[in-house]
């Protein structure tokens, strides 16, 4: 099964590692240095424009940022 993202990303739900909650999760330094590393090595990919909400941890190492909120991706991802 597939989850959509926002706009046109779309990621498999089997090589989904976490999604998070960006406001929550970032107060923590780890977190923080976690995403910094990842988009050094362009592993970040940004699905908007608007304000980001949450994040998608992937088992390739991919971060998708999104727009939606972490509940509207666990009803997608629990459908």
Same mark, same amino acid.
């Given at each position: 099964?597939? #989850?959509? #993202?926002?706009?046109?990303? !779309? +990621?498999n739900t089997k090589d989904i590692t976490g999604i998070f909650d960006i406001e929550k999760s970032s107060v923590s330094r780890d977190t923080r240095d976690f995403l910094n590393s990842a988009a050094k090595n362009n592993k970040v990919i940004s699905c908007s424009y608007e304000m980001p909400?949450?994040? !998608? +941890?992937?088992?390739d190492g991919r971060i998708y940022i999104s727009q939606l909120s972490c509940a509207t991706l666990m009803k997608r991802y629990l459908r």
């Open positions: 099964m597939f #989850l959509h #993202l926002g706009n046109d990303y !779309i +990621v909400k949450s994040f !998608i +941890v992937c088992a």
